[in-house]
Each structure stands twice: as structure tokens, then as C-alpha cells.
């Protein structure tokens, strides 16, 4: 079983930054793909970003590349996305998760590929 708690959320005015992060509890953090999404209010959920197990392979969602950078240190088996010049449309809830994909290049942006969630941390921009 993996537990995902996402922390770092806030309101922050357009053009600024926030940094999440997502630790996880479980032995073995670093045989997880692991994922970053977003829902918005009346929206469906959207993939942010991904990153493999070793963190060598990352993948964007065009509307957050070259703002956004997600990275993870499995020593502290977290996961962090720094978020820069931050949108009015950036406001959602961000959600972590999790897929058991040791020792592969293989990332998700699909939600149904993940197998494990954190509850959640609200991002607000404000214009």
C-alpha cells in the first residue's frame, strides 16, 4: 500500500511561484513512476507531469512545459513540481500518484494508470 500527502499549496498572485511536494510512504519509493494532475472546478481532471523511477525521463502537458519542473529524491522518497509564472488557469487542486513501474523509462499521463493517490493540495492564482 502506498500513502501519497501533497503539500505546498496556496494562493500566490499571477506571474509568481510554487513548489509542491508529494511524500510518499512506502518501502520502495524508487520503483514508482509517479505523476503529477490537476482538477479544476467544473473541469475534469488533466495530466500536469510525469517522471520515471530514476527521474531521467520527465514529460509535460503542453499548457504547463517550460513553466513547471518536476523532480524526486528517492532517498526522501518525495516528489516536488515547482511551478513558475504561475496563470489564472493554473487554479486547481493538484493531486500526486503513484505506478508501480520499476527500472523502465515508463511514465503515465493517463489517470487510469496510476494505482495510488494523495487527497489533494489547492493552488490558486490569482490575476
Known amino acids: 500500500q502506498v500513502q501519497l500527502v501533497e503539500s505546498g499549496g496556496g494562493l500566490v498572485q499571477a506571474g509568481g511561484s510554487l513548489r509542491l511536494s508529494c511524500a510518499a510512504s512506502?518501502?520502495?519509493?524508487?520503483?514508482?513512476?509517479m505523476g503529477w494532475f490537476r482538477q479544476a472546478p467544473g473541469k475534469e481532471r488533466e495530466f500536469v507531469a510525469a517522471?520515471?523511477?530514476?527521474?531521467?525521463?520527465?514529460y509535460y502537458a503542453d499548457s504547463v512545459k517550460g513553466r513547471f519542473t518536476i523532480s524526486r529524491d528517492n532517498a526522501k522518497k518525495t516528489m516536488s513540481l515547482q511551478m513558475n509564472s504561475l496563470k489564472p488557469e493554473d487554479t486547481a487542486v493538484y493531486y500526486c500518484?503513484?505506478?508501480?513501474?520499476?527500472?523502465?523509462?515508463?511514465?503515465?499521463?493517463?489517470?487510469?494508470?496510476?494505482?495510488?493517490w494523495g487527497q489533494g493540495t489547492q493552488v490558486t492564482v490569482s490575476s
Open positions: 500518484a503513484a505506478d508501480y513501474s520499476p527500472y523502465t523509462i515508463v511514465i503515465h499521463t493517463i489517470g487510469n494508470d496510476y494505482d495510488y
Open positions: 517522471i520515471n523511477w530514476s527521474g531521467g525521463r520527465t
Open positions: 512506502v518501502r520502495t519509493f524508487s520503483s514508482y513512476a
